[in-house]
């Protein structure tokens, strides 16, 4: 069964039954005492969103749907002759809850081809923008533009009910994720080769990951998978980093998915999330000009150590969740093991990744010392030739419209509320608290 539509119209109804009576039963349990110190720390740990689409362990790293990434390695199904997911299928995993067969994620691949357009107001617009705008305030000025062509928009202003709410907004989010590879593959053109690659087209026969690579001007078949794993590790992480939870929050207030998305890419381009994919190639460069390409351990640790005595983070380390290594860091060591081995990069990142965790503990606050997600990525897509870093972060916010989108769509089926946390000052707090 392909209607992918019809599948989420028979789940969600059910869904949005069995919300109502745990909360009916369940709706003053308590989850967790909130303690002042994270009020002031980022909230960090407070349990304060649902989030259906993925769960992240602490330990044991991000599960889609209840499937690990070495799950969904293995289960997904992939491009002929290809070893990684199609992230077509994590899509479908994420909206559905199942994984799909090799037919659903054909006619995904085939459905996006078929929304891909661009309409000219955002063609013109974005031909025009000044090549100076980094890539991510590019997208997300395409992707604020594009709201003109809302359903949801539309169908809100026409007075529809809001039990029918998700079904324009699920038209939106597709219509979206079928743009993006143009979106992305064009700022990539106008930003930094000649202008007649400005112009884009999607061959409706190959799959989303392939058709963003081609239109870029790439074509190495081992790129292509390489691009696929990508997208698929990078579609999600719960909601309560700091692009879900924006895309969650400007979508509980019925911002159209278009204006909810690139709110939440320009969370996404902070230096402390997305943004630190570029991050760490442009740290890894500085080092390969001090040091060259095989540094010993002592002059790689005196780095380090520079850097952070400079006030600086070590970029692709740490992470407000996890306190492991995280297990999409080690699917990209995997990949480059595997297809990359002597490429001199690589070996350095691995040299890095001996010797900074042990420097981060000896700092003594640094709750994860292991590398995340972004520690990792650069360093596969320089090989390939995509040396452009300031690009890198655009890669990202492609494949987190997956996740967040098929949240967005749950979220308006369930019904969720605007999003509107209470928040005190200090002068109040010391009062509940007796201070002061
Ligand atoms: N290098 C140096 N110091 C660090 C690092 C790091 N990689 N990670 C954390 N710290 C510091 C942090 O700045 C803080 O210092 P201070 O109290 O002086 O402000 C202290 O350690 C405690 O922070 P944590 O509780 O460990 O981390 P937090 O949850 O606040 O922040 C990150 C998480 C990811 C923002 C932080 O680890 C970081 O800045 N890492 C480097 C940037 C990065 O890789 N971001 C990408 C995250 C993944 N993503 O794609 O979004
Ligand atoms: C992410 O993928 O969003 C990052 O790892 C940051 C996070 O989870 O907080």
Redesign the pocket.
């Known amino acids: 069964n392909t209607d992918l539509k019809g599948i989420i119209a028979k789940k969600i109804p059910k869904h949005a039954e069995l919300v109502k009576k745990f909360r009916k039963e369940h709706g003053k349990a308590k989850i967790m005492a909130v303690e002042l110190g994270q009020m002031y720390?980022?909230m960090?740990g407070i349990r304060s969103m649902v989030y259906e689409t993925s769960l992240l362990d602490p330990n044991e790293g991000i599960r889609f749907r209840g499937l690990t990434i070495p799950d969904c390695q293995k289960q997904l199904p992939k491009a002929p002759g290809g070893k990684e997911p199609l992230p077509e299928g994590i899509f479908w995993l994420m909206l559905t809850g199942d994984v799909p067969t090799q037919e659903q994620v054909n006619w995904l691949s085939k459905e996006w081809a078929k929304r891909a357009k661009l309409p000219s107001h955002v063609v013109k617009s974005m031909d025009t923008m000044s090549k100076t705008v980094h890539p991510m305030a590019q997208l997300s000025a395409a992707v604020t533009i594009l709201s003109a062509e809302s359903k949801f928009q539309k169908a809100y202003s026409s007075g529809v009910k809001k039990a029918v709410y998700w079904e324009y907004v699920y038209e939106d989010c597709m219509d979206l994720l079928a743009k993006l590879p143009v979106i992305a593959a064009k700022i990539y053109n106008h930003s930094f080769r000649s202008e007649e690659c400005g112009c884009v087209e999607i061959d409706p026969s190959k799959d989303w990951s392939y058709n963003l690579m081609t239109m870029m001007g790439y074509s190495d078949p081992q790129f292509a998978e390489l691009m696929r794993l990508y997208l698929t590790i990078h579609c999600d992480h719960e909601g309560g980093?700091?692009s879900a939870h924006t895309i969650h929050l400007v979508g509980s207030t019925l911002s159209d998915p278009f204006l909810a998305f690139a709110a939440g890419m320009n969370a996404l381009a902070g230096?402390?999330?997305?943004l630190?994919?570029q991050?760490?190639l442009v740290w890894i460069n500085r080092l390969r000009e001090k040091l060259g390409d095989d540094p010993n351990e002592k002059r790689l640790k005196d780095f380090v150590w520079k850097t952070?005595k400079s006030g600086?983070?070590?970029?692709?380390?740490?992470?407000?969740v996890l306190r492991i290594t995280d297990p999409r860091y080690t699917c990209q060591r995997e990949f480059a093991e595997k297809h990359l081995p002597n490429d001199p990069v690589f070996k350095l990142v691995s040299a890095i990744y001996k010797v900074v965790p042990p420097i981060?503990k000896e700092?003594g606050?640094?709750?994860?010392p292991w590398p995340?997600?972004?520690?990792h990525s650069g360093v596969l897509l320089q090989y390939y030739g995509l040396t452009q870093m300031s690009y890198y972060t655009v890669l990202?916010g492609v494949s987190r419209a997956m996740g967040t989108l098929a949240q967005l769509v749950w979220s308006r089926g369930i019904g969720f509320p605007i999003e509107r946390p209470k928040s005190l000052t200090t002068e109040a707090l010391m009062k509940q608290l007796g201070g002061k």
């Open positions: 720390n980022g960090r980093n700091a230096p402390l999330h997305g630190a994919n991050e760490v952070l600086q983070v070590i970029p692709g380390y740490g992470h407000a981060l700092l606050k640094v709750a994860n995340n997600v972004d520690a990202f």
